[in-house]
């Protein structure tokens, strides 16, 4: 059996009806050349809609008791039926192109999972029916987010989806896993706040698992540890038709000096006298310049002027806690300073910024 290609596609890749269409063409695309097996994320909101349901029906059952095991089960339950919806309307998509497309929830795809309610994890891939359904030509759409455990659906932790691409991806033994997001590409900054932003082309699996240990949420953290792990590639495209812009995750990938700016708490908790909602700037390195890069960032955050509530410095990264008023400006600032800094040779360095 040709080896299959991971196409996650996120919940922005699927907010709309004409990027559901949109995402079955992808699909059309990659088919051409190999197997495809795609993974469907809940659709933009929704499952915020669902959790805020649970918790609307606990609060006027019973005041907020805390739950049975029984109830937890059934609040999964709930909260993983934004993927069934998601994944339906992707395969529908498919048909409509002519394309066989089979829905498999985590029983039917084989996802064992482990773990609490709310917070499962995945164990392994009892891939039979996987198989089956590759070698008839079909498309299996495998709903993300969802484990299966003792006879009943289990959520995975928030951003779970990408940690079901990645296992199915390494059971599978699948080319690559690309990851349909947006915007898609980790760029050196957030384009939502820095319109100097560009795409970069290419980073290391170590960088990338950084950036999500730091808080930045392009791929949850367990699926970028175990996707480096196994020596998985992993492809950020966006949801434009054309897949661009797009990063290649690969350990083959040139100029290991890679930095990140990162807009959000990033595990820096605000203590007692911190001012009501804070911020946190974090810089990332996977090369050996972080210590370079660090000095250029105090420098910066000197010049700004900005009172620093608290400074903490890891092996591959450093980062700043300030007031939320102050977040942004830095967060300018910095992304400046180590563009203006970068020497003659490194203008590829790479840098990320999240909110």
Known sequence: ???????????????????IAAAARRIALRRARQPVVAVASARRGVTDHLLGLVDQVRQAAHGGRLPTALARASADR????????????????????????????????????????????????????????????????????????RGRVAALSRGGSD?????????????????????????????????????????????????????????????????????????????????????VVTGTAADARSLVLAEGHGGLLAEPGDPAEVATITLVCDGPGIAAAGAAAAAAVRRLGAPLLRVEARSTAVSFLVSAAQGIPLLRALHGTLHRTARPGQSRERQYAHR
């Open 1 to 19: 059996m040709t080896t299959p290609l991971v196409v996650k596609f996120g919940g922005d890749a699927l907010a709309t009806p004409e990027r």
């Open 163 to 247: 940690v079901t691409a990645v296992v199915l991806a390494e059971a599978l033994e699948a080319t690559a896993c690309e990851l349909v997001k947006d915007p898609g590409a980790i760029h050196t900054a957030d384009p939502r706040l820095i319109a100097e932003a560009r795409p970069i082309a290419e980073a290391r699996p170590a960088f990338v698992t950084a950036l999500a240990e730091a808080g930045a949420r392009i791929i949850h953290p367990v699926a970028a540890a175990r996707a480096q792990r196994c020596g998985l590639e992993l492809r950020f495209a966006s949801v434009r038709p054309d897949g661009a812009p797009a990063t």
């Open 78 to 149: 709930a909260i993983t039926t934004g993927e069934v919806v998601a994944a339906s309307l992707l395969a529908l998509g498919l048909n409509d192109l002519g394309i066989d497309a089979v829905v498999l929830d985590a029983r039917e795809a084989g996802l064992v999972s482990r773990g609490p309610a709310g917070a499962a994890g995945l164990a392994e891939v009892r891939r039979a029916r996987l198989d089956r359904v590759i070698q008839t030509g079909a498309v299996p759409v495998v709903t993300g987010f969802q484990g299966w455990r």
